[in-house]
């Protein structure tokens, strides 16, 4: 029977992050999941954002100076999907956990900031 890395001895073990060749750190805000038949999670992240307006008119007026017109509101929105993950159910429930930790960590940076700030005035 194959042996677990519960049952080498000692009981610790180094892991070691190594980035893969294909890895990119994107920005993102905003997600959409669904499962899979096998019932996986399928979580893809987008980037969210108003499209501008592709062209511009300009009057010319004299000795050919242009003037810009306002340009038209679009009212188009794109969801750019940068990437997305293959989890399943305790994978996500262990990512829920580890994104509250850091939730909490980055909200007391913030509030240590702002008390420095608020002591500098």
Same mark, same amino acid.
């Given at each position: 029977?194959?042996?677990?890395?519960?049952?080498?001895?000692?009981?610790?073990?180094?892991?070691? #992050?190594?980035? #893969? =060749?294909?890895?990119?750190?994107?920005?993102?805000?905003?997600?959409?999941?669904?499962?899979? =038949?096998?019932?996986?999670?399928?979580?893809?992240?987008?980037?969210?954002?108003?499209?501008? =307006?592709?062209?511009?008119?300009?009057?010319?007026?004299?000795?050919?100076?242009?003037?810009?017109?306002?340009?038209?509101? #679009?009212?188009?929105?794109?969801?750019?999907?940068?990437?997305?993950?293959?989890?399943?159910?305790?994978?996500?429930?262990?990512?829920?956990?580890?994104?509250?930790?850091?939730?909490?960590?980055?909200?007391?940076?913030?509030?240590?900031?702002?008390?420095?700030?608020?002591?500098?005035?």
């Amino acid at each position: 029977m194959d042996k677990t890395v519960a049952d080498i001895e000692p009981k610790q073990v180094k892991l070691i #992050s190594k980035k #893969s =060749p294909d890895y990119r750190l994107e920005f993102i805000n905003g997600a959409m999941s669904n499962i899979t =038949p096998r019932g996986e999670i399928i979580c893809d992240f987008h980037l969210e954002f108003k499209d501008m =307006p592709n062209e511009q008119l300009a009057t010319i007026g004299e000795g050919g100076k242009a003037t810009l017109l306002n340009l038209q509101e #679009s009212n188009l929105f794109t969801r750019d999907v940068k990437f997305g993950v293959v989890m399943n159910a305790q994978f996500a429930k262990d990512l829920v956990i580890l994104l509250n930790d850091r939730i909490k960590e980055c909200e007391e940076r913030v509030l240590a900031i702002d008390k420095k700030r608020h002591d500098v005035l």
